[in-house]
T-cell receptor, first 110, second 116 residues
Framework: DSGVTQTPKHLITATGQRVTLRCSPR?????VYWYQQSLDQGLQFLIQ???????AKGNILERFSAQQFPDLHSELNLSSLELGDSALYFC?????????FGPGTRLTVL | QKEVEQDPGPLSVPEGAIVSLNCTYS??????FMWYRQYSRKGPELLMY????GNKEDGRFTAQVDKSSKYISLFIRDSQPSDSATYLC????????????????FGQGTILTVHP
């Protein structure tokens, strides 16, 4: 157990729908990151929050959004889902500690 | 050109072999270097964490960083079947107090199989 928790573990939904992925960082970590991992791609950085503020943005689609709440948990919202959004979504936390990852949410869009 | 290049393999070795995994990078701002191990699409697990050039050893694992060549390596001694996984190198630009950059840039990962 890395200390980073993610829910749900698996999500199956249909195209056009909207889902929310949830992440709780390791105790003491202030930064939360979201990464996407598809079968044909490596780990792609989506977005970083530090203590509630957006700090860095990667290749995150406009249909995707995220936020970090005062208790430091984070949510990643994916809307107007497409087949190509099927992937593993990992949350990671760091600062002051080195980055560690949660177990991931496997999203399947049918 | 990708910022971080890693040979995807696959790499297959017999049990007990020494394994060498490598990454090259182009961004000279990278200062923090990590190696992660990922089993069957589980969450990546942090193996080694190094700063700047030099060697770091932890049990059967040794991480090397050569910033002048922009080249990092992970060596696994006495490899075991349980080491079979995908190994990901990762690096970040800097960490400074509460305003760190922080995000990691990953290599594609090398698939390693250690057969008995």
């Amino acid at each position: 157990d890395s200390g980073v928790t993610q829910t749900p573990k698996h999500l199956i939904t249909a195209t056009g729908q909207r889902v929310t992925l949830r992440c709780s960082p390791r105790s003491g970590d202030l930064s939360v990151y979201w990464y996407q991992q598809s079968l044909d791609q490596g780990l792609q950085f989506l977005i970083q929050y530090y203590n509630g503020e957006e700090r860095a943005k990667g290749n995150i689609l406009e249909r995707f959004s995220a936020q970090q709440f005062p208790d430091l948990h984070s949510e990643l919202n994916l809307s107007s889902l497409e087949l190509g959004d099927s992937a593993l979504y990992f949350c990671a936390s760091s600062q002051p500690n080195p980055m560690i990852f949660g177990p991931g949410t496997r999203l399947t869009v049918l | 050109q990708k910022e971080v290049e890693q040979d995807p393999g696959p790499l297959s070795v017999p049990e007990g072999a020494i394994v060498s995994l490598n990454c090259t990078y182009s961004n000279s701002a990278f200062q923090y270097f990590m190696w992660y191990r990922q089993y069957s699409r589980k969450g990546p697990e942090l193996l080694m964490y190094t700063y700047s050039s030099g060697n770091k050893e932890d049990g059967r694992f040794t991480a090397q960083v050569d910033k002048s060549s922009k080249y990092i390596s992970l060596f696994i001694r006495d490899s075991q079947p349980s080491d079979s996984a995908t190994y990901l190198c990762a690096m970040s630009a800097f960490l400074s107090g509460g305003t760190s950059y922080g995000k990691l840039t990953f290599g594609q990962g090398t698939i390693l199989t250690v057969h008995p």
